[in-house]
Nanobody, 123 residues
Framework: QVQLVESGGRSVQAGESLRLSCAAS????????IHWFRQAPGREREFVAA???????YYTDSVKGRFTISRDNAKSTVYLQMNTLKTDDTAVYYC?????????????????WGQGTQVTVSS
């Protein structure tokens, strides 16, 4: 079992920065790939970024150069630094964990999910 708790979401203005945190707990959490997904109203849940244990980082094209994912295994925490935020970044952001990289969320993958944190970017 892996438990994930997100924090850091809030309302900001376009162009501002925000850092989300995902605190993970459970067995061997350090070997899991930790993902960030987001879901805006009326849209599918989409992959944002992921970091493996070694670490290797992956990003969706729309956030490359603006978002940075990192992990602190000693603290079992993954961060998503979001810079130059746009109104299109408005969504509920979810932390998720699985043994492998998952770019397309399904009913069963990633296996573990947090409860989500709301990010609202206004113009």
């Amino acid at each position: 079992q892996v438990q994930l708790v997100e924090s850091g979401g809030r309302s900001v203005q376009a162009g501002e920065s925000l850092r989300l945190s995902c605190a993970a707990s459970g067995r061997a959490v350090s070997v899991y790939v930790i993902h960030w997904f987001r879901q805006a109203p009326g849209r599918e849940r989409e992959f944002v970024a992921a970091v493996t244990w070694d670490p290797t980082m992956y990003y969706t094209d729309s956030v490359k150069g603006r978002f940075t994912i990192s992990r602190d295994n000693a603290k079992s925490t993954v961060y998503l630094q979001m810079n130059t935020l746009k109104t299109d970044d408005t969504a509920v952001y979810y932390c998720a964990a699985d043994r492998a990289l998952v770019r397309l969320a399904t009913a069963s993958e990633p296996h573990y999910w947090g409860q989500g944190t709301q990010v609202t970017v206004s113009s």
